[in-house]
């Protein structure tokens, strides 16, 4: 049981969870701007429809990658490479979260609405657009707009189910665009970085490969000028959107409010400088180091945004819960790997 519950915590990706699927409860909040509340349930089933759709698109993504999996760093860490978990148990997973969704979505947020329908044609595109990216990424160069979008658009599918009349608020298309940023870098930078190796040798069509990154076998890694300044400007731009509110819209911030979201735009530019700056991957752990620590103040950006609007008390809970999350499902898998050191 203990190997099987670590098998499946890298399958789902399960200590990231929370963090990859709170977009739809961002989406939600996003509308406390112009006065529409949200009751736990009803974001929390939003937190359900986001959980389904990140095993969704964890498994499927791990299916359609095994062939390039088996050359990455660790193959041991995906249990479909080396046959832990079946493809037809991966087909069947796949299948159960889209009902699941469809489930949430028509069995608690139907009604007859043009944002209810709104909200059905974006969870459409979503899948389309993350399938495109699993099945077919790999071939061309930039289809990490696709993860970006595909992401993004949770936020717009939690604002519509709540929205009693189809009408979003500044914050919700911020919060869409600052989501398909964060997954963008993530993917077309950071991935791009620490995929090199195995990317470049199964001749992968992505940016990283295209502007000439190129990780050697001794773990020194090349990034040319064009690729610093692309990670640059999606960073400066996520930079520019968490003040668009503040600074063309009126919304009132107070002081400090405004310094807590300096200090964490800083370091995350600080950070991102950085990782644009590295000259090896030898140290892969303090690189890894760095990715996740990039990641939990990328992430920190949309609670922080919201914090005029929901208050001190929600922005922390929206921080703390996946990190809360995380802690909680490494401290599992260290007792369930404990028994067969």
Same mark, same amino acid.
């Given at each position: 049981?203990? &190997?099987?519950?670590?098998?499946?915590? &890298?399958?789902? &990706?399960?200590?990231?969870?929370?963090?990859?699927?709170?977009?739809?409860?961002?989406?939600?909040?996003?509308?406390?701007?112009?006065?529409?509340?949200?009751?736990?349930?009803?974001?929390?089933?939003?937190?359900? !429809?986001?959980?389904?759709?990140?095993?969704?698109?964890?498994?499927? *993504?791990?299916?359609?990658?095994?062939?390039?999996?088996? %050359?990455?760093?660790?193959? *041991?860490?995906?249990?479909?490479?080396?046959?832990?978990?079946?493809? *037809?148990? +991966? !087909?069947?997973?796949?299948?159960?979260?889209?009902?699941?969704?469809?489930?949430?979505?028509?069995?608690?947020?139907?009604?007859?609405?043009?944002?209810?329908?709104?909200?059905?044609?974006?969870?459409?595109?979503?899948?389309? +657009?993350?399938?495109?990216?699993? &099945?077919?990424?790999?071939?061309? +160069?930039? #289809?990490? /707009?696709?993860?970006?979008?595909?992401?993004?658009?949770?936020?717009?599918?939690?604002?519509?189910?709540?929205?009693?009349?189809?009408?979003?608020?500044?914050?919700?298309?911020?919060?869409?665009?600052?989501?398909? *940023?964060?997954?963008?870098?993530?993917?077309?930078?950071?991935?791009?970085? @620490?995929?090199?190796?195995?990317?470049?040798?199964?001749?992968?069509?992505?940016?990283?490969?295209?502007?000439?990154?190129?990780? =050697? @076998?001794? @773990?020194?890694?090349?990034?040319?000028?064009?690729?610093?300044?692309?990670?640059? !400007?999606?960073?400066?731009?996520?930079?520019?959107?968490?003040?668009?509110?503040?600074? /063309?819209?009126?919304?009132?911030?107070?002081?400090?409010?405004?310094?807590?979201?300096?200090?964490?735009?800083?370091?995350?530019?600080?950070?991102?400088?950085? $990782?644009?700056?590295? =000259?090896?991957?030898?140290?892969?752990?303090?690189?890894?180091?760095?990715?996740?620590?990039?990641?939990?103040?990328?992430?920190?950006?949309?609670?922080? $945004?919201?914090?005029?609007?929901?208050?001190?008390? #929600?922005?922390?809970?929206?921080?703390?819960?996946?990190?809360?999350?995380?802690? %909680?499902?490494?401290? @599992?898998?260290?007792?369930?790997? +404990?028994?067969?050191?």
């Amino acid at each position: 049981m203990s &190997r099987l519950f670590i098998s499946y915590s &890298r399958l789902f &990706r399960l200590s990231g969870l929370i963090g990859f699927s709170i977009n739809p409860v961002f989406g939600a909040l996003s509308l406390s701007q112009i006065g529409v509340q949200v009751n736990l349930l009803t974001l929390f089933l939003l937190l359900l !429809i986001g959980v389904f759709k990140t095993i969704h698109g964890s498994v499927m *993504n791990d299916y359609f990658d095994i062939e390039v999996d088996k %050359l990455s760093h660790n193959p *041991n860490l995906r249990p479909l490479v080396i046959g832990e978990i079946s493809k *037809n148990t +991966a !087909i069947i997973i796949i299948l159960l979260t889209v009902v699941f969704i469809f489930a949430i979505f028509f069995g608690y947020f139907y009604r007859n609405q043009p944002s209810f329908y709104y909200a059905f044609i974006c969870i459409i595109l979503a899948a389309i +657009a993350g399938f495109i990216y699993n &099945r077919y990424g790999k071939r061309f +160069a930039g #289809s990490d /707009f696709l993860v970006g979008f595909s992401e993004g658009i949770f936020v717009l599918i939690g604002a519509y189910l709540v929205s009693p009349d189809g009408q979003l608020s500044i914050f919700t298309w911020v919060i869409f665009l600052l989501v398909f *940023n964060q997954y963008l870098f993530m993917n077309m930078i950071i991935g791009g970085m @620490k995929d090199a190796d195995h990317d470049f040798l199964l001749k992968v069509k992505n940016v990283a490969i295209k502007t000439g990154v190129i990780l =050697k @076998k001794d @773990k020194k890694i090349h990034l040319p000028i064009s690729f610093i300044i692309l990670g640059l !400007i999606i960073r400066f731009f996520s930079a520019f959107l968490i003040f668009v509110p503040f600074i /063309f819209y009126k919304v009132y911030f107070e002081l400090w409010e405004i310094i807590v979201i300096i200090l964490v735009v800083g370091m995350v530019l600080l950070l991102t400088f950085k $990782l644009l700056s590295l =000259k090896s991957f030898v140290q892969r752990k303090k690189v890894l180091g760095l990715f996740a620590i990039q990641g939990v103040l990328r992430y920190s950006f949309v609670p922080f $945004l919201l914090l005029p609007v929901i208050g001190l008390a #929600s922005t922390v809970g929206l921080i703390l819960l996946p990190l809360l999350w995380y802690v %909680l499902i490494m401290f @599992k898998s260290r007792q369930d790997i +404990a028994p067969n050191l």
